[in-house]
């Protein structure tokens, strides 16, 4: 373990003086008066490192300052995400002049070059903080209308709204929360599903900031109901977790199956990268629905979608998932399209349907480029099979 994280933080570090070696050559060719060596180097490493310190001082510092570092640190995983690949073509064209002289036929010298490549990386990477932010903080509503071959008791018909991935905590507060909770209520909800990562990792900013009372604002005729991602909280954390879930009226289900008003199953599963969590081992989902009544339409909620299989294998009506943001950056869009296969939106496994959220959150950088946030309507319809 203490090796794995030598590397990667050789390797952050590396990449790190990579980037800020070529932003200093190209501040000496713009500004050479700018700003001394010593000074420079001080104020980058500290961006740099801003959010490996966010997670290091936390609790330990007010939380205005792990805020603070959290934002930039955000920010600066994007830049640094972005800035390498197009620092790494702009050195390989000029390793192909070296070799060639490519750039003296075309009446460029070394200087002006540095000078007007740096400027457009700046630009594009400027561009895509700009548009990823608004994009990060405009969710949308995207709505599925799916027939359940069942019946549900007295519902013909179920109003229900679908959040994921709020990654509440440092750089997700408060306002988003209102945004949230303005959406949802909107929608008219009649149940509630909040399919993972409700926080970011840490459990102290939701509670000093008193998050589940904002979430208490919630509304839904059937009541809201949460299971555990990734990032949500750890064991020691766990039992407040819960307790503070439970305040406002909010059920975290943990491998656990209830029965919702007489008229449907809900299951929700464990996470598969527990024990962040729990300490327990994770309930195979056959387990978990062996009593239930099959005759009425059963519902799963599992964070990540990888475990898809168990759902289809005991018939579940609906799956609904989360996790995968859809990559929230652009190109890690192309990642996540290739490991999940399908990492956003509507499918169906035989007669499972399945359901994977965006998110209406980030982690990490607070942009997303490429993909969207959103809260999800899921409106089913009940017939009996003849009826379908």
Known sequence: MIFVLTLVLLIYGSINAYIGLRTW????????????????????????????????????V????????????????????????LLVLVDLIRLVDYFTGLLAVVHLSALPLVAITGTLICAVIGTALIYGTWRARNPVVTSYA????????????LNIVLVSDTHL??????SRIHKLVGIVNELEPDLVLIAGDLIDDDLRPFLSADMATELSALRSKLGTYAILGNHDARAEQLSAYRA??????????????????????????????????????????????????????????????IRLADAVA???DVQVSGHTHAGQMF?????????????????????THVVISSGFGTWGPPIRVGTRPEVVRLQLTFAAPGDA
Request: contains cysteine; aromatic residues 12%.
């Open 62 to 85: 007010p939380l205005w300052l792990s805020n603070v570092l959290a934002q930039v640190g955000g920010y600066w995983l994007a830049i640094m995400f972005y800035s390498v690949p």
């Open 25 to 60: 050559q190209w501040l000496q060719v713009i500004a050479p008066f700018s700003m001394p060596s010593p000074l420079y180097w001080l104020v980058f490493w500290l961006v740099a490192c801003s959010f490996l310190l966010a997670r290091l001082v936390a609790g330990r």
């Open 244 to 305: 503070e879930l439970d305040r406002v009226g909010i059920q975290l289900l943990i491998d656990e199956t209830v029965m919702v008003d007489d008229s449907f199953i809900l299951v929700g599963r464990n996470d598969t990268t527990m024990p962040r969590a729990s300490s327990g081992a994770v309930a195979p989902l056959d387990a978990l629905v062996q009593d239930a009544d099959r005759a009425l339409p059963l519902l799963v909620m599992d964070h990540n979608p």
């Open 146 to 157: 799916l027939t359940i071959p069942k019946q549900a008791g007295a519902y013909q018909e």
């Open 331 to 351: 190109p890690f869009t192309l990642i996540t399209s290739r490991t999940y296969g399908q990492d956003w939106g509507y499918l169906q496994r035989e007669s």
């Open 169 to 174: 905590g440092y750089t997700n507060g408060t």
């Open 314 to 316: 005991v018939g579940a």
